[in-house]
């Protein structure tokens, strides 16, 4: 029952971390890179079903991304692996963005930057969560 838990608030952390970097990203796609960069025009958002539904998808994938990274932090506290699971769940919600927007009749640079984005937001979870593991608000997965 304890491992539920520390799993629990692993992926609450962590959901909570890619969630806040969502937020701040929409913001700052919305103020700075649509309205300076014409070719980013298209990651403007308005509060719009699109928004919210990408929100909680951030936040589910954060939780997940949460639950997963307190099982790859291991007693050996492997770089690689820990960059690895980062560059994974990035990867894949980056290039999920670029896959549902390919038929746009735009450039590539909206997707690089979402692309970028999303690895940045799983790198913002990554720190949360070896912090809350720090503190002991988390404990790692010890046993193999």
Request: include cysteine.
């Amino acid at each position: 029952m304890a491992e539920r838990i520390e799993s629990l608030k692993a992926g609450i952390v962590g959901g909570l971390s890619v969630c806040f970097a969502f937020a701040i990203a929409s913001l700052l796609n919305t103020l700075v890179l649509a309205t300076y960069f014409q070719t980013l025009v298209c990651l403007q958002s308005d509060l719009n079903w699109r928004l919210w539904v990408s929100g909680a998808v951030a936040t589910f994938t954060g939780f997940l991304f949460g639950v997963t990274y307190r099982y790859i932090i291991r007693s050996d506290r492997n770089p690689q692996l820990k960059a690895g699971g980062v560059l994974a769940f990035g990867l894949v919600r980056g290039l999920t963005q670029i896959e549902f927007g390919w038929n746009s009749h735009s450039t590539i640079w909206p997707f690089l930057v979402l692309a970028a984005e999303s690895l940045l937001w799983f790198a913002l979870a990554a720190i949360a969560l070896d912090i809350a593991i720090q503190l002991s608000w988390v404990k790692p997965f010890s046993s193999i």
